[in-house]
């Protein structure tokens, strides 16, 4: 079946701007998961849904950064004001359950803040 | 907090030898550790995982073991080949239920021909 797809797959954009990325997770999935990636580095821990819920929104970077799911399924980051040090891969996985299990990770949004 | 370190940032084997990745984490009530691989430009992969319940667990040329006293789990390579060279993160699972997947910063392995 189908995997984790992420939209846009490259997003460049100017500082100051507001920016929304994609996730469309694996049908029946529970569990949504956000991270960011910056250049070299490991998996920064955003946000996770357990369905349409986020319990703890404590990862998220900043208050610019916000994520909600709706139909236990799409899920969207936005990022107000962007700014620089905002460049980054955003990965999105998706899991049966939360927790203990596999994810399965999507493609990414590169997002560059010029 | 909640943090997972992860050692060594790099590592260079010779093809064919083994490779130890070493992994510690915070939260004493963590109890599902999974490894995943991510190649150049790839998304990260599951490989292999272990849960609280069991001190090791093997995969082929792959094995995790999981010291729950000291609170870290290592991940061995054996007999490695050009297509192990990758970068490989460790995770733990942490807050209310287990509910966060937490990664450490990642193991850059480079396999020498």
């Known amino acids: 079946g189908a995997g984790v797809s992420q939209s846009p797959s490259n997003k460049v954009t100017e500082k100051g701007k507001d920016v929304e990325l994609r996730c469309d997770p694996i049908?029946?999935?529970?569990?949504l998961y956000w991270y960011r990636q910056r250049l070299g580095q490991g998996l920064e821990f955003l946000i996770y849904?357990?369905?349409?819920?986020?319990?703890?929104k404590s990862g998220l970077p900043s208050d610019r950064f916000s994520a909600e799911r709706t139909g236990e399924s799409v899920s969207t980051l936005t990022i107000q004001r962007t700014q620089q040090e905002d460049s980054a891969v955003y990965l999105c996985?998706?899991?049966?359950?939360?927790?203990?299990?596999?994810?399965?990770f999507g493609p990414g949004t590169r997002l560059t803040v010029l | 907090g909640e943090n997972v370190e992860q050692h060594p940032s790099t590592l260079s084997v010779q093809e064919g030898d083994s490779a130890v990745i070493k992994c510690t984490y915070s939260?004493?009530?963590?109890?599902?550790f999974p490894w995943y691989k991510q190649e150049l430009g790839k998304r990260p992969q599951l490989i292999i995982d272990i849960r609280s319940n069991v001190g090791e667990k093997k995969d082929q040329r792959i094995a995790v073991t999981l010291n729950k006293t000291a609170k870290h789990f290592s991940l061995h390579i054996t007999e490695t080949q050009p297509e192990d060279s990758a970068v490989y993160f460790c995770a733990a699972s942490m807050g209310s239920s287990a509910s966060k997947i937490i990664f450490g910063s990642g193991t850059r392995l480079s396999i020498r021909p």
């Open positions: 049908s029946g999935h529970t569990a």
């Open positions: 996985a998706s899991s049966p359950l939360l927790g203990t299990d596999t994810q399965y």
């Open positions: 939260d004493s009530a963590s109890n599902y």
């Open positions: 849904f357990q369905g349409n819920s986020a319990p703890d």
